[in-house]
Nanobody, 124 residues
Framework: QVQLVESGGGLVQAGDSLRLSCAASGRTFSRSVGWFRQAPGKEREFVASISGTTSNTLYADSVKGRFTISRDNAKNTVYLQMNSLKPEDTAVYYC??????????????????WGQGTQVTVSS
């Protein structure tokens, strides 16, 4: 079993930066991890993911060049550095861990463990 806890969300202005953290406890964390987000009235969407062993990364087109996903396996933590934030980035952000060490994975169906989410609000 893997437990995930997100942190680092908040209220910022457009153009600002935030770094989200996803801390894991439980079993080995060297698995593929993804970030997803869900805005009010919208479906959950993929943001970024990182593979378990090679740290290859994958990004949604909407965040490519602005967001960076990284991991520190010694700390059992995955980060999402978000720069040049836009109002349309406003959402609850969730991290998710896959039971697999490969990836990176795009589809939510590849992830078995989910955190509780952290709110990111970007004002214009």
């Amino acid at each position: 079993q893997v437990q995930l806890v997100e942190s680092g969300g908040g209220l910022v202005q457009a153009g600002d930066s935030l770094r989200l953290s996803c801390a894991a406890s439980g079993r080995t964390f060297s698995r593929s991890v993804g970030w997803f987000r869900q805005a009010p009235g919208k479906e959950r969407e993929f943001v970024a993911s990182i593979s378990g062993t090679t740290s290859n990364t994958l990004y949604a087109d909407s965040v490519k060049g602005r967001f960076t996903i990284s991991r520190d396996n010694a700390k059992n933590t995955v980060y999402l550095q978000m720069n040049s934030l836009k109002p349309e980035d406003t959402a609850v952000y969730y991290c998710a861990a896959s039971p697999n060490y490969g990836g990176p994975y795009y589809h939510a169906s590849n992830y078995d463990y989910w955190g509780q989410g952290t709110q990111v609000t970007v004002s214009s």
